[in-house]
C-alpha cells in the first residue's frame, strides 16, 4: 500500500501562482508515472498533468500547456506541480496518484492505482 499526501493548495487571486507538493512518507518513486488529476464541484475528475520517472517525460491537458510544470527530485521522493498564471477555472481539489507498474502515461483516472486525499486549490476573480 502506497500512502500519498498531497500540500501546497491555498487561495489566490487569478494571475497568481501556487506549488502544489506529493510525497509518499517512506517510499522513493523510482518507476511508473506520477500524476495530478483535479476534480471540480458537480464535475468529473480530470487529468492535469503526468511525469513519467524513466527518462521524464511529461504530458499536460491542453488547457494549463505554458502555465503548469509538473517535475520531480532527482532521488524520487517528491512530485510537484507549479501553477502559474492561474484562473478561477483551475478552481478544485488537486490530487497526485500513482501509477507505479506502467510505462506509458494514462489520462484517465481508472489507471492510477494509489490516490491521496487532494489539496484545494481556489483561485479567485
Known amino acids: 500500500q502506497v500512502q500519498l499526501v498531497e500540500s501546497g493548495g491555498g487561495s489566490v487571486q487569478a494571475g497568481g501562482s501556487l506549488r502544489l507538493s506529493c510525497a509518499a512518507p517512506?517510499?522513493?518513486?523510482?518507476?511508473?508515472?506520477m500524476g495530478w488529476f483535479r476534480q471540480a464541484p458537480g464535475r468529473e475528475r480530470e487529468f492535469v498533468a503526468a511525469?513519467?520517472?524513466?527518462?521524464?517525460?511529461?504530458h499536460y491537458r491542453d488547457s494549463v500547456k505554458g502555465r503548469f510544470t509538473i517535475s520531480g527530485d532527482s532521488a524520487g521522493y517528491m512530485a510537484y506541480l507549479e501553477m502559474n498564471s492561474l484562473k478561477p477555472e483551475d478552481t478544485a481539489v488537486y490530487y497526485c496518484?500513482?501509477?507505479?507498474?506502467?510505462?506509458?502515461?494514462?489520462?484517465?483516472?481508472?489507471?492510477?492505482?494509489?490516490w491521496g486525499r487532494g489539496t484545494q486549490v481556489t483561485v479567485s476573480a
Open positions: 496518484p500513482a501509477d507505479l507498474r506502467s510505462f506509458y502515461i494514462e489520462t484517465e483516472p481508472t489507471a492510477y492505482d494509489y
Open positions: 517512506g517510499r522513493t518513486f523510482g518507476s511508473g508515472i
Open positions: 511525469i513519467r520517472w524513466s527518462g521524464g517525460y511529461t
